[in-house]
């Protein structure tokens, strides 16, 4: 299947500069059609590319037309003849109880059973192969000012509303209660029905929202989190440091509550603008030299409360407003009231006051479920941390970026590959950085790194986990557990996506300090993705915090 902008390049509005001929359609296979084809309810183009959702679902037909679920427009007096004019046969899917059809209030499933219309687009898949949930509906679509959006994402004219006649495929625009609500505008029942109808609120720590209602001849601004009444017009936007969550959000600018209580367009969705650091850093940690403040906006500081003081003890990732990613030994036998993070720190010194820093405590640890510590020799050594709020990004604290198709780092990191790391752990005086450090590690290919480790330590490298170093005094030490491996994102060089966690590295004969001479063994974030964002939704849908939303 051809991604939809693939498709819509596809239109090639490819003009004879000569003739003045009219735009040709491209079919996905190499033909081409005459333009006016596309959407006709037939297929055209031998491989049908012509007449699909997401070339047709933004089509408005003419008032004397019947619109085909996937958008394309025939003569009414198609529907119901006994002959499919629509590609999909639509058009003979609801002409009351007959050998093949559905009632006129059933929806048709592609495998042939009828369910009720209001099941339609409701979240749950009620036809076998779920068809009600995936080939109809449009969740994204824009409809005009001037025309009313189905419950489906369909568009129709607003005076097809309650006009006796379904033009909604789920016949949202002829419900009762959209119907009963016109006739309540025109004052016949006024504050009997409107008083009861009203949009979901709009709520979101990730956008700034205003909105405005009309009241005569004047707009009056009301608040957004409250449940806002049809004619409302919500003017929205991304907050600073977030994007739009997805190409069909880039130009969502504002929505229209309808006279059904459902808004005209989805609400604007954003995402943090991850991954963004200026990062020019040379050698590190051990024999590393200390970076600038923000230089790794997304490094968080983990503090250890011990004897009424609070002690630096690892590093981790921030990766969204309350989640940082770190290592699970970093919490093995502690619990979220003894432990705290710090975000935007440049110093290791707890009680140092820095600008645009802050301290959050933690509501949830959780760990992978398949880490036993030193017991299962490091395998899966990898944390979530849920903090009590959400943090507020600036210039200096910001999230780094997951790759949520990642499933295994040798897919995306060869040998040699650099990734960029920072820390406040041992330095080659033996002592904790006061200072946040950064460097680049080169990846080592597992057969390498386990032919140059020490011999008692090669069992701690696994499939869940890679190795990274130099092999000459640089690297990463005590007190650099958890922190993140980042490498330039493959679609955007100027992101960062996290990798690898520090885990586990040999040490020096007869210290407890590691041996930089050696490589250090990393937690393969590619392997825990779904794991991450399945617990990241599940915090979403226990807590309802919108800022836990990835996608």
């Given at each position: 299947?051809?991604?939809?902008?693939?498709?819509?390049?596809?239109?090639?509005?490819?003009?004879?500069?000569?003739?003045?001929?009219?735009?040709?359609?491209?079919?996905?296979?190499?033909?081409?059609?005459?333009?006016?084809?596309?959407?006709?309810?037939?297929?055209?183009?031998?491989?049908?590319?012509?007449?699909?959702?997401?070339?047709?679902?933004?089509?408005?037909?003419?008032?004397?037309?019947?619109?085909?679920?996937?958008?394309?427009?025939?003569?009414?007096?198609?529907?119901?003849?006994?002959?499919?004019?629509?590609?999909?046969?639509?058009?003979?899917?609801?002409?009351?109880?007959?050998?093949?059809?559905?009632?006129?209030?059933?929806?048709?499933?592609?495998?042939?059973?009828?369910?009720?219309?209001?099941?339609?687009?409701?979240?749950?898949?009620?036809?076998?192969?779920?068809?009600?949930?995936?080939?109809?509906?449009?969740?994204?679509?824009?409809?005009?000012?001037?025309?009313?959006?189905?419950?489906?994402?369909?568009?129709?004219?607003?005076?097809?509303?309650?006009?006796?006649?379904?033009?909604?495929?789920?016949?949202?625009?002829?419900?009762?209660?959209?119907?009963?609500?016109?006739?309540?505008?025109?004052?016949?029942?006024?504050?009997?029905?409107?008083?009861?109808?009203?949009?979901?609120?709009?709520?979101?720590?990730?956008?700034?929202?205003?909105?405005?209602?009309?009241?005569?001849?004047?707009?009056?601004?009301?608040?957004?989190?409250?449940?806002?009444?049809?004619?409302?017009?919500?003017?929205?936007?991304?907050?600073?440091?977030?994007?739009?969550?997805?190409?069909?959000?880039?130009?969502?600018?504002?929505?229209?509550?309808?006279?059904?209580?459902?808004?005209?367009?989805?609400?604007?969705?954003?995402?943090?603008?991850?991954?963004?650091?200026?990062?020019?850093?040379?050698?590190?940690?051990?024999?590393?030299?200390?970076?600038?403040?923000?230089?790794?906006?997304?490094?968080?500081?983990?503090?250890?409360l011990e004897e009424g003081n609070w002690t630096f003890t690892c590093g981790g990732s921030l990766i969204t407003e309350r989640i940082v990613l770190t290592a699970a030994h970093c919490t093995w036998n502690s619990y979220e009231e003894i432990l705290r993070i710090g975000l935007g720190k440049h110093y290791s010194d707890y009680y140092k006051e820095e600008d645009y820093a802050q301290i959050v405590n933690i509501s949830k640890i959780i760990r992978q479920p398949a880490y036993q510590d030193l017991a299962g020799n490091y395998g899966s050594d990898i944390a979530i941390l849920v903090l009590t709020g959400s943090v507020d990004f600036s210039p200096v604290i910001r999230p780094t970026c997951i790759d949520w198709n990642l499933d295994d780092i040798t897919e995306?990191?060869?040998?040699?590959?650099?990734?960029?790391?920072?820390?406040?752990?041992?330095?080659?005086?033996?002592?904790?950085?006061?200072?946040?450090?950064?460097?680049?590690?080169?990846?080592?290919?597992?057969?390498?790194?386990?032919?140059?480790?020490?011999?008692?330590?090669?069992?701690?490298?696994?499939?869940?986990?890679?190795?990274?170093?130099?092999?000459?005094?640089?690297?990463?030490?005590?007190?650099?557990?958890?922190?993140?491996?980042?490498?330039?994102?493959?679609?955007?060089?100027?992101?960062?996506?996290?990798?690898?966690?520090?885990?586990?590295?040999?040490?020096?004969?007869?210290?407890?300090?590691?041996?930089?001479?050696?490589?250090?063994?990393?937690?393969?974030?590619?392997?825990?993705?779904?794991?991450?964002?399945?617990?990241?939704?599940?915090?979403?849908?226990?807590?309802?915090?919108?800022?836990?939303?990835?996608?």
């Amino acid at each position: 299947m051809k991604v939809i902008s693939t498709l819509f390049a596809k239109l090639a509005l490819i003009y004879c500069a000569k003739t003045q001929e009219a735009p040709n359609f491209i079919c996905n296979d190499g033909h081409s059609v005459n333009i006016r084809k596309i959407c006709d309810g037939i297929k055209d183009c031998s491989d049908g590319s012509d007449e699909v959702l997401k070339l047709c679902k933004r089509t408005i037909c003419p008032l004397d037309n019947f619109r085909c679920y996937y958008g394309a427009c025939i003569s009414n007096k198609f529907k119901c003849d006994g002959i499919k004019q629509c590609a999909d046969g639509s058009d003979e899917s609801q002409c009351g109880r007959k050998a093949g059809s559905c009632e006129i209030n059933e929806y048709k499933c592609s495998t042939g059973e009828c369910i009720p219309l209001e099941k339609l687009c409701d979240g749950n898949a009620d036809c076998k192969e779920n068809s009600d949930e995936t080939n109809i509906c449009d969740k994204v679509t824009a409809c005009p000012p001037s025309t009313h959006r189905c419950k489906v994402g369909s568009c129709v004219y607003l005076s097809q509303r309650c006009d006796g006649r379904r033009d909604c495929i789920d016949g949202s625009d002829e419900s009762e209660l959209l119907c009963k609500n016109l006739e309540c505008r025109e004052g016949e029942c006024q504050n009997k029905v409107t008083s009861k109808i009203y949009c979901p609120p709009v709520k979101s720590n990730r956008i700034n929202a205003h909105c405005e209602v009309p009241f005569g001849l004047n707009m009056g601004i009301i608040p957004c989190d409250v449940p806002l009444p049809p004619g409302t017009i919500v003017h929205h936007e991304c907050k600073p440091y977030y994007i739009p969550a997805s190409t069909s959000h880039k130009n969502n600018s504002q929505m229209i509550c309808q006279s059904d209580g459902t808004w005209n367009r989805e609400q604007l969705r954003c995402i943090p603008d991850c991954g963004v650091a200026d990062l020019e850093v040379a050698p590190l940690i051990v024999n590393g030299w200390i970076t600038e403040q923000g230089k790794f906006p997304w490094h968080a500081v983990l503090f250890t409360l011990e004897e009424g003081n609070w002690t630096f003890t690892c590093g981790g990732s921030l990766i969204t407003e309350r989640i940082v990613l770190t290592a699970a030994h970093c919490t093995w036998n502690s619990y979220e009231e003894i432990l705290r993070i710090g975000l935007g720190k440049h110093y290791s010194d707890y009680y140092k006051e820095e600008d645009y820093a802050q301290i959050v405590n933690i509501s949830k640890i959780i760990r992978q479920p398949a880490y036993q510590d030193l017991a299962g020799n490091y395998g899966s050594d990898i944390a979530i941390l849920v903090l009590t709020g959400s943090v507020d990004f600036s210039p200096v604290i910001r999230p780094t970026c997951i790759d949520w198709n990642l499933d295994d780092i040798t897919e995306h990191l060869s040998h040699n590959k650099l990734g960029l790391i920072a820390g406040m752990g041992v330095t080659e005086n033996n002592t904790f950085s006061t200072r946040l450090r950064g460097t680049y590690l080169p990846v080592i290919e597992s057969g390498h790194c386990i032919e140059k480790q020490k011999k008692d330590f090669k069992k701690y490298i696994s499939f869940t986990s890679f190795c990274a170093g130099w092999e000459n005094g640089t690297g990463v030490c005590n007190g650099d557990s958890g922190g993140g491996l980042v490498f330039p994102s493959e679609q955007n060089p100027n992101k960062f996506t996290i990798q690898g966690i520090v885990s586990v590295s040999p040490r020096r004969p007869g210290t407890s300090f590691c041996d930089p001479n050696y490589y250090t063994v990393f937690t393969k974030v590619g392997m825990y993705v779904r794991w991450i964002y399945d617990t990241l939704q599940e915090i979403h849908d226990d807590e309802s915090d919108n800022s836990q939303v990835i996608l």
